[in-house]
T-cell receptor, first 112, second 113 residues
Framework: DSGVTQTPKHLITATGQRVTLRCSPR?????VYWYQQSLDQGLQFLIQ???????AKGNILERFSAQQFPDLHSELNLSSLELGDSALYFC???????????FGPGTRLTVT | DQQVKQNSPSLSVQEGRISILNCDYT??????FLWYKKYPAEGPTFLIS?????DKNEDGRFTVFLNKSAKHLSLHIVPSQPGDSAVYFC????????????FGKGITLSVRP
């Protein structure tokens, strides 16, 4: 158990819909990262927050947004969903801006 | 543009033997490298890392070697155990920029009893 929790574990929704994925980092970790893992793809970095502020952006679509709240939990919002958004979404956390990242179990999103 | 490459998608080794997992990178700004292990239905688990100022880092059965001139790193597992069967991801970052990790696509290791 990495100490990072993600909810829900599974999510099935239709195209065009909007969903919110939630992540609680390890106790004491200030940085939160979101990654997408599609079929046959490695982990693609989406976005990073540190203590409530956005620090780095990767290949995140404009239809996707995220935020980190004062209690340090984070949410990833995916809107106008398309079939190609079906993937595993991982959240990770770390103590500082740079240190080893610890991953949650992931949310499997299926868009039908 | 894939900056971290794990060219072999899978590797099968006998229990007790050495497993060598390879990783190549193209970005010369990367200065910190990590290996993660992932079991099905779980998130990746941090395994071992190495800074570019070193060429070797060892932790128990796991050793990572870094060859900066060749932009190549490898993970050695000795001796391999059936419980090591998993997907192994190589990742790299430039600590001077931000902590964004760039991952390879992973190698599936199977350790035969």
């Amino acid at each position: 158990d990495s100490g990072v929790t993600q909810t829900p574990k599974h999510l099935i929704t239709a195209t065009g819909q909007r969903v919110t994925l939630r992540c609680s980092p390890r106790s004491g970790d200030l940085s939160v990262y979101w990654y997408q893992q599609s079929l046959d793809q490695g982990l693609q970095f989406l976005i990073q927050y540190y203590n409530g502020e956005e620090r780095a952006k990767g290949n995140i679509l404009e239809r996707f947004s995220a935020q980190q709240f004062p209690d340090l939990h984070s949410e990833l919002n995916l809107s106008s969903l398309e079939l190609g958004d079906s993937a595993l979404y991982f959240c990770a956390s770390s103590v500082r801006v740079f240190s080893e990242q610890y991953f949650g179990p992931g949310t499997r999103l299926t868009v039908t | 543009d894939q900056q971290v490459k794990q060219n072999s998608p899978s590797l099968s080794v006998q229990e007790g033997r050495i497993s060598i997992l390879n990783c190549d990178y193209t970005n010369s700004m990367f200065d910190y490298f990590l290996w993660y292990k992932k079991y099905p239905a779980e998130g990746p688990t941090f395994l071992i890392s190495i800074s570019s100022i070193k060429d070797k880092n060892e932790d128990g059965r796991f050793t990572v070697f870094l060859n900066k001139s060749a932009k190549h790193l490898s993970l050695h597992i000795v001796p391999s155990q059936p419980g090591d069967s998993a997907v192994y991801f190589c990742a790299a970052t430039n600590t001077g920029a931000n902590s964004k990790l760039t991952f390879g696509k992973g190698i599936t290791l199977s350790v035969r009893p």
